[in-house]
């Protein structure tokens, strides 16, 4: 069965705080991908990596990194983080069929 | 003119009736396209994909695709108050290769018993 964890369910920070968001997918996919889920605006591609080690930026990169050392982690950073990041965070993979599968999500507030 | 396009609803259907549910997106060399059902709180999770013309149907889940009008639909027959929550269509643009896909912000149905 298909999996993909995220290390929080909920997160509260404060503002400049540095926030790491982990996902584990244990499916081998070599595409993984940072998503942010806000109402109105649906789901906008944060950063994705299709190898360990690259990554590229989506749609909304500002304000975030991310690492992928290993094939099922991939991190997200917020470097200094601001209340606008105050979002849902989607980890999802796909093996390249397009079909993607998606972690439980992670609620950030940041006040 | 946004991307990929959804009623955001609420669609609101009776019990045992088929649910309606459309998308239609710009970019006219797209091949790939998902339906994703998403409950109040929780992660998307996949529905099915379609990729070619015309209908693919998956126990009460039918995806119709037509290319030249540019909108994929997904049926929901005998819809049960269990299928309420909001539908997200994707579509995986030309040239994107497997990285990139474009999300509508969905419809929300509610199934009434």
């Known amino acids: 069965d298909v999996k993909v964890t995220q290390s929080s369910r909920y997160l509260v920070k404060r503002t400049g705080e540095k926030v790491f968001l982990e996902c584990v997918q244990d499916m081998d996919h070599e595409n993984m991908f940072w998503y942010r889920q806000d109402p109105g605006l649906g789901l906008r591609l944060i950063y994705f990596s299709y190898d360990v080690k690259m990554k590229e930026k989506g749609d909304i990169p500002e304000g975030y990194s991310v690492s992928r050392e290993k094939k099922e982690r991939f991190s997200l950073i917020l470097e200094s983080a601001s209340t606008n990041q105050t979002s849902m965070y989607l980890c999802a993979s796909n093996a390249g069929t397009g079909e993607q599968y998606f972690g439980p999500g992670t609620r950030l507030t940041v006040t | 003119q946004k991307e990929v396009e959804q009623n955001s609803g609420p669609l609101s259907v009776p019990e045992g009736a088929i649910a309606s549910l459309n998308c239609t997106y710009s970019d006219r060399g797209s091949q790939s396209f998902f339906w994703y059902r998403q409950y109040s709180g929780k992660s998307p999770e996949l529905i099915m994909s379609?990729?070619?013309?015309g209908d693919k149907e998956d126990g009460r889940f039918t995806a119709q695709l037509n290319k030249a009008s540019q909108y994929v639909s997904l049926f929901i027959r005998d819809s049960q108050p269990s299928d309420s929550a909001t539908y997200l269509c994707a579509v995986n643009p030309p040239g994107s290769g497997t990285y990139k896909y474009i999300f509508g912000t969905g419809t929300r149905l509610k199934v009434l018993a």
């Open positions: 379609i990729y070619s013309n």
